[in-house]
């Protein structure tokens, strides 16, 4: 697949970009675990089958300590037994928030976010799966492909 659009390219896209990701980026001060983050991460882009989101989350988790076999069973999360309550609670709320057309989040998801996750990791978690979904999209529409992602490539944007 090659790229339809370089959104860097565009003065107004770029602008954009940079802000998006330095509002992303305050989710590291979060006390949401980095490995728990880019698992939903993971999910969303897997989801909503972008190639680049599944490439960046993939490999931030491999580098956040994250195992091959746990990476594997991300797709597959509720038909395993390697990861927590809270991770299962923050992919459930992960794909339920992405597939908000079907019938939302439900009042089970929410009940188990609720009781493994406080406001400030809850509330980091409903932003979090909401700017991942607006990344899938965008780079969806451009045909942003997967696979020369290096991890901290897009350290710099946040400045």
């Given amino acids: ?29 979060s006390t949401l675990p980095k490995s728990l983050r880019e698992l939903v991460e993971l999910r969303v882009g897997q989801l909503n089958g972008c190639g680049f989101c599944v490439d960046i989350h993939t490999k931030e988790a491999a580098a956040a300590g994250e195992t091959a076999l746990r990476l ?14 809270a ?23 929410w009940a ?6 406080d406001d400030d990791q809850v509330g980091a978690l409903v932003c979090l799966v909401s700017l991942i979904n607006a990344a899938t999209r965008m780079n969806l529409i451009v045909h942003n492909p997967g696979g020369s992602y290096e991890p901290g490539m897009f350290a710099g944007m946040a400045s």
């Fill in 112 to 117: 188990e976010v609720r009781e493994h996750f």
């Fill in 72 to 85: 594997n069973l991300v797709a597959a999360w509720r038909h395993t037994t390697v990861f927590s309550g």
């Fill in 87 to 109: 991770e299962r609670a923050a992919l459930a709320l992960a794909e339920e928030g992405t597939r908000l057309g079907d019938r939302g989040v439900s009042d089970e998801t």
């Fill in 1 to 29: 697949m090659e790229p339809r659009f370089n959104l860097f390219d565009s003065p107004t896209a770029a602008k954009i970009a940079k802000r998006f990701y330095a509002t992303s980026s305050v989710l590291e001060g």
